[in-house]
């Protein structure tokens, strides 16, 4: 639960007369259909993800950090389910207050649990740009920087910071049931401060969640975007996978600031409405407009195999394989000794075949460098090229 709410919730004769069947399709259409059927394909999504990306997850920085960001997004989806679709398909079955009880668990706990995720799943988007911005800009230092150790330690630092971080929002409130049965929350002494809604609520809590992770992905963007064009003299597979790596790069921080940017305008509608809770449940005027920042979030968390799809052509086939059960198979009569003949010079050709699938297996290292730099395209998406 949001720390400016006053956590008082009053029956009265009022809202026993409320006409509640507006807000109970609501709740069904909006919160189990529709975002029910986002999280649904999210999580199918962030799961063929995984199995597309996680075998080469080790040989690149990038693909590792595309594998974190995929499991932050499905806990974030499955704390929503929770709430959401859930508590939906309950006022739809039983009435809208008999719901009551599982809506103000929601908001006072499992919400917040989301908060936590959409915060890590910040931080490694983050992470991600990072990366793509070593390697396309400080490609002298890709490989020092660029490697799955330095994800991971930054991962979990940062996972831990955001646990810190919101921790105390689950102590600003406690559940305290009524002779009725009903759950109420009921507020800490410390929400009413004024200094404490001011610093941490909305300065440090926007700066943390919003401003420095919008800001800092728009300026690896942009820099990202410039050096690519003063680098467009390149082979033209270079620029192609460069074009790709543009467009996922572009596509993911456009729906990142969209999607993020329905909180801080929750918080000035916050400041205009008050009693903001009143406004905001059913009969209220922003009612409507309740669910919108949530679902932001999902669409956030839900998009990004969308992206892959769209811009990544070496994820389309690697999809195509699974979907379809298919292998790549080399013309017959190849051999590896083709392989040598037709190798770069200044490469040596390590050919494995295999007489029962017929496939043959090839990688090339290059004289002049012991490993390419973390991050180069392995026939994957979004991961950097140099």
Known sequence: MDSTTTGNFETSSASDMLNTKPCILYYFI?????????????????VLSLIILGRQRKKSSTIHALCLLAVADSLLLIAYFISGPVIGAQKMAHGYYDAMNQGVFASVYINEGTRIFNQVSALLTMILMWQRYVAVCLPHKAKQLCTVRIVNRIAVCSSVMALAFYLPNFFLYSITTSEEGMFYPVSHPL??????QIIYSVILTYLVSYIIPVFSLLYMSVAILRSLKSHSNRSLNSQDAHRDLTKSSITIVVIFVICQSFQPIRRVLMWVYDPF???????????YFSGVPHFGLLVNSSVNFAIYILFAKGFRRKLIAILTNRNVVAPNGSSATSAHA???AGTSVVGTYSTTSKVLTLSTTDRSTTMAPSGSWTDLPNVVQQ
Do not use: E, R, S, W
């Open 30 to 46: 909006f919160g189990t259909l529709v975002c029910g059927l986002i999280i649904i394909v999210g999580l199918v999504g962030n």
């Open 191 to 196: 929400v009413h401060n004024v200094y404490f």
């Open 277 to 287: 809770l009143l406004h905001y449940m059913c009969g209220g005027d922003l009612f």
């Open 342 to 344: 037709t190798a770069p």
